[in-house]
C-alpha cells in the first residue's frame, strides 16, 4: 500500500511549540543585564523551571501550532 505524506517545509517554526517557548524566554530576560554567562544560564534555568508550573502558558505554546485536533 503507498504511503501519502505531506510536503514539510525544512524549517517550520510556526509548527514547533519550542519556538514559543524560547520567544517567551528570550522576552523575559531581555531586560535584564547579567554580569556573567553563569548568572543568565541561572536566569534561564529559573524562568525555564517556572513555566513548567504553568501549564495553561505550555498548553498555549502547544495551540498556537494549530495542530491539535479539537477532539480526542
Same mark, same amino acid.
Given at each position: 500500500m503507498a504511503e501519502h505524506r %505531506?510536503?514539510?517545509p525544512p524549517y517550520a517554526p510556526g509548527l514547533n511549540p &519550542?519556538?514559543?517557548v524560547w520567544a517567551? %524566554?528570550?522576552?523575559s530576560l531581555g531586560n535584564l543585564a547579567p554580569c556573567s554567562i553563569d548568572e543568565l &544560564? &541561572? %536566569? &534561564?534555568?529559573t524562568r525555564l523551571k517556572?513555566?513548567?508550573y504553568q501549564p495553561d502558558l505550555l498548553n498555549g505554546f502547544?495551540?498556537?501550532t494549530g495542530l491539535i485536533p479539537t477532539s480526542l
Open positions: %505531506l510536503p514539510v &519550542a519556538e514559543g517567551h %524566554l528570550k522576552n &544560564a &541561572a %536566569l &534561564a534555568r517556572r513555566m513548567q502547544i495551540n498556537e
